[in-house]
């Protein structure tokens, strides 16, 4: 029995096809994901989703040595983990007010309070 369904087209097959190509790209494509200029929260802004290919080179690295990964291998131990952290400039967008701190409290013990005057 032929099928009358639109589904078993080649045009259709073509579509679809495609379709999961696009889906799969821009899942897969690092480069759209990412922000052109990258700056790390300054006053004013909350801490937002940074990714662990953003912060530093040698992150897995990183991740390795922070989960322990490979740290009982008494065969080969593992080489000592030099971070290289990128650095990013911080994006403010209000003036922090400048904080007045008086100076430090000193009780003087000889001058006590007279309850008569």
């Not at 029995?1 to 073509?14: I, L």
């Not at 379709?19 to 759209?32: C, Q």
């Amino acid at each position: 029995m032929a099928s009358t369904r639109n589904k078993n087209t080649p045009g259709d097959y073509k579509l679809e096809q495609k379709a999961y190509m696009n889906r799969h790209f821009n899942i897969m494509n690092i480069e759209k994901q990412t922000a052109n200029n990258k700056t790390f929260p300054g006053n004013g802004l909350l801490q937002g989703k940074v990714a662990s290919r953003d912060l530093a080179n040698n992150y897995t690295d990183i991740e390795s040595k922070l989960f322990g990964i490979g740290s009982s291998n008494l065969v080969e131990p593992l080489p000592i983990t030099i971070p290289e952290i990128y650095s990013y400039p911080s994006l403010n967008v209000m003036n922090k007010i400048p904080l007045i701190v008086p100076n430090k409290l000193i009780i003087e013990t000889n001058q006590r309070a007279n309850y008569l005057s």
